[in-house]
């Protein structure tokens, strides 16, 4: 069945950077579109960034455009999202999903990320 | 882009129907049939109910079913069951390859 299965959150200061990562399994990987979407504690959702199939591609939401990257790796299976110059407000649930023509089928647990001092 | 716009709640007996809104604008839901609805119970990650504004994906029961009327789409949930409650998510896709979400609906079983 389809697992996707996040990790590398944590707790880290403004200003600084995390890498999350997001291992896929149970489909072919380089088949599909992938996203981040985000969920601020006790908020709603924010789509936050997508890459298609072979990673030429790559959009993202206003708020993070220039300070997070979204790569994939086809061969490893998985999917990440380097994020840099870390705000408050990034503070949130990351999850990955498998994107199938505008609709999100599968979602990982979800990772924390707490941006604090 | 602003989030598409959903009432904070929403409740009724079970057995009853509930219909759920979600209002953008004529660049994302009045733009695209890309409407898609998420239930989320507390802890747990999104599962998606409704694609394309009717479509359900299998083991999605019948119960639930989606609309859309100019800029505003709509999840109606009939005979409402103790399971349904949840959080609900619209989303839209918004040109240019960005999506959008909705604020969420929480949707009480009395």
């Known amino acids: 069945q389809v697992q996707l299965v996040e990790s590398g959150g944590g707790l880290v200061q403004p200003g600084g950077s995390l890498r999350v990562s997001c291992a896929a399994s149970?489909?072919?990987?380089?088949?599909?579109?992938m996203a981040w979407i985000r969920q601020t504690p006790g908020k709603g959702l924010e789509w936050v960034s997508n890459?298609?199939?072979?990673?030429?591609?790559?959009n993202y939401a206003e708020s993070v455009k220039g300070r997070f990257t979204i790569s994939r790796d086809n061969a490893k299976n998985s999917l990440y999202l380097q994020m840099n110059n870390l705000r408050a407000e990034d503070t949130a649930v990351y999850y990955c999903a498998r994107e199938f023509f505008y609709r999100y089928d599968h979602w990982g647990q979800g990772t924390l990320v707490t941006v604090s001092s | 882009q602003s989030a598409l716009t959903q009432p904070p709640s929403a409740s009724g007996f079970p057995g009853q129907s509930v219909t759920i809104s979600c209002t953008g604008t004529s660049s994302d839901i009045g733009a695209y049939n890309y409407v898609s609805w998420y239930q989320q119970h507390p802890g747990k990650a999104p599962k998606v109910m409704i694609y394309e504004v009717t479509k359900r994906p299998s083991g999605v029961p019948d119960r639930f079913s989606g609309s859309k009327s100019g800029n505003t789409a709509s999840l109606t949930v009939s005979g409402l069951q103790a399971e349904d409650e949840a959080d609900y998510y619209c989303?839209?896709?918004?040109?240019?390859?960005?999506?959008?979400f909705g604020g969420g609906t929480k949707l009480t079983v009395l």
């Open positions: 149970g489909f072919t990987f380089s088949d599909y579109y």
């Open positions: 890459i298609v199939h072979s990673g030429k591609t790559k």
């Open positions: 989303s839209s896709g918004a040109g240019s390859n960005n999506m959008l």
